[in-house]
């Protein structure tokens, strides 16, 4: 394969890379707004002490407070696992595309015939 295709290769790669990371930043972001609506659930539940709901299915049905606090801690909990493991990938495709864009702009270094 000519030292070209080398590189094109090597720059296809890097925006497929580049697509992989903004779908990880993508869900990462959604599942910290998730995180940010059990957190406010959570406290707006421990300020009542009326009888609480929750929706299921469409329909509003009356819970008990001390199950609905231990499912949104367990909610939380599950999204903090989420976003670690999406953090990792994150940084490892990050790390990866450096890789790729230094050996991009060392092969063009090395042949400035083959940036035309």
Known sequence: MSEK???EKIIEDLQVLEQQ????LI???TLQAESNEVENASL???KTSD???KILGGIMIRANKDVLMKEL???KKLIIIKV???EKQEESIAKRSDEMRSEIQKSLSA???NSK
């Open 21 to 24: 990371l903004q779908a990880v």
């Open 5 to 7: 295709r080398e590189i």
């Open 73 to 75: 801690e367990e909610k």
């Open 51 to 53: 009888e609480v709901y």
């Open 84 to 86: 670690s493991a999406l």
């Open 111 to 113: 042949n400035p015939g």
């Open 27 to 29: 869900e990462k972001q």
């Open 44 to 46: 707006e539940l421990a």
